[in-house]
């Protein structure tokens, strides 16, 4: 699976409502490179649950990303632990976002392999 990439489709009922795109570092681990939630289905758990799908269907000891100030908040609800990276761009902070089964719970409702809202 390393090197693999993945694009997963979240929706309900007939409706996409979010994707989550992520690539695979290790067996155990991998990188969001995308995630986004419609703007009418936001604050409704789908993109954690989309993170936590993939952690429990590929067991996962790791799931990672790097992202911006707009997106912290999202991650840190989540679970994850986030360093700076400081202005990794000009004017711009950047932030690494990791979230590690060893030593954090998932939080909320984690949904059920095959489920995602």
Known sequence: MVGQS???????????VGCIGIEFVSPLKCEIRHIA?????RNQQIGSNMIY???????LDSI???????????????GFTNTSLGEKYLGVERFHCEF??????????????????
């Open 100 to 117: 590690n089964t060893k030593t954090t719970t998932l939080k909320n409702n984690p949904i059920r392999i095959g489920e995602i809202i």
């Open 53 to 59: 799908f993939i952690m429990e269907q590929f067991q």
């Open 6 to 16: 993945l694009l997963i489709i979240g929706g309900k009922t007939d409706e996409i």
């Open 64 to 78: 990672f990303a790097e992202t911006d100030k707009d997106a912290v908040d999202f991650y840190t609800s989540t």
């Open 37 to 41: 939630v419609n703007p009418n289905s």
